[in-house]
């Protein structure tokens, strides 16, 4: 039978990479149904019969692998269970509750919480396959890739999306352009998936709630979460290489010393879109500190540029004053000052310069109203957006 009849071009497209990439770890992600574990459990298979062969090189009578999960039953459900429903195949169990294939020993392992971890503690893995790669902390996952130090062993995960600054998709997902990182990201929605009645796919689409709901489930993306302040921040669009001439340039001022004290500068051009041009963000810094590099910001955009400063240091603001920086009282209405915020973004009238952030995009998929009062945010994750 044809491999076009057993799976999905998505699928092939990965099993090709599979088979033919320079690759350490492999990574889907996407929509709910979209075929990403079908073709994982199988590549899965395909790296047990691998280790086998690497085993009999080393001479290795009893070879390790980890099979890493949220739970034992998540492990069950979406791994142990369908390769018997999907493949014909079961895997014995032993007493320790490890699996066994192809002369292989699979050691499950549990993301959920970092006493899942105990059964790998000291192991030397010849590779892993994680399910739901997104619900695990980055320490534990840290974990699993340390276990597998075996020459040639390799790393196979799944996951839906999550949060964008989540650090699967930061620190691997987003690198795997770099060759020298042997990252393969495979991302998948859910019309990657023809094999589904187009009925359920037609409804699911209707019934899911617009937003993130439809944008993780059914288009796979990873996008902001329920509660986000800024709902309409889209990195995609709104993250830009280069920007215009600008009429005018604002800076903003958050005073930190504990907590991050960060100064945004901003350019406005002649259509009023309005662009963040720098961010200098610190903790630990005195006032002295922020003074030079108000000074710096002078030089670069304008001796008269003014700086609108939180009201909660006056001296502060005084220090300023008195240091030849056109320092003004800032507006610390919140909910108003988010609502002007919000609209530029609604409007397609924000942006921000690439390499102008520091703590901006960690902060933007985080900063949360207080589900206890909502006209309040959750004071977190506020420092460069404030």
Request: glycine share 6%; aromatic share 12%.
């Amino acid at each position: 039978m044809a491999i076009q009849n057993l799976m999905t071009k998505k699928q092939i497209q990965v099993l090709s990479s599979y088979v033919n990439d320079d690759w350490k770890y492999l990574i889907l992600s996407g929509a709910v149904r979209s075929g990403k574990t079908y073709v994982d459990n199988y590549l899965f298979l395909l790296e047990l019969r691998r280790v086998h062969q690497l085993a009999k090189v080393r001479h290795d009578p009893k070879p390790q692998y980890i099979l890493a999960g949220y739970s034992s039953n998540t492990i069950y459900t979406n791994v142990i269970s369908s390769l018997q429903s999907q493949f014909g195949i079961e895997l014995p169990v032993d007493r320790h509750g490890h699996y066994h294939l192809f002369g292989v020993d699979i050691v499950p392992a549990y993301t959920g919480s970092a006493r899942g971890m105990n059964a790998i503690r000291g192991m030397t893995s010849y590779g892993a396959y994680v399910n739901e790669t997104s619900l695990s902390t980055h320490d534990v996952f840290q974990e699993i890739l340390d276990r597998c130090s075996v020459p040639n062993a390799r790393v196979l995960c799944d996951t839906n999306p999550d949060n964008p600054q989540h650090w699967l998709k930061v620190d691997y997902i987003d690198k795997s352009n770099e060759p020298k990182n042997r990252i393969k990201a495979f991302h998948f929605t859910i019309d990657d998936n023809p094999t589904l009645d187009p009925t359920y796919v037609s409804t699911l689409k209707a019934v899911t709630p617009s937003g993130m709901y439809y944008d993780r489930s059914i288009l796979g993306l990873w996008v902001t979460g329920e509660g986000a302040v800024y709902k309409d921040f889209d990195e995609r669009k709104m993250i830009v290489d280069k920007v215009p001439p600008m009429a005018r340039y604002i800076a903003g001022v958050d005073w930190g010393y504990q907590h991050y004290g960060s100064i945004v500068v901003f350019g406005v051009d002649k259509d009023d879109n309005w662009y963040l041009v720098e961010e200098h963000s610190e903790k630990y810094k005195e006032i002295d500190y922020w003074t030079d590099i108000a000074h710096e910001l002078q030089e670069k955009y304008g001796k008269n540029m003014p700086f609108y400063c939180d009201t909660a240091r006056t001296e502060h603001i005084d220090h300023f004053k008195h240091s030849g920086i056109n320092a003004l009282y800032g507006w610390k209405s919140v909910v108003p000052g988010i609502e002007i915020v919000a609209s530029l973004m609604k409007q397609g009238r924000f942006f921000v310069e690439k390499k102008a952030p520091v703590r901006f995009l960690d902060e933007i998929y985080n900063y949360q109203w207080d589900d206890k009062n909502e006209d309040a945010v959750v004071k977190e994750n506020d420092d460069t957006l404030d």
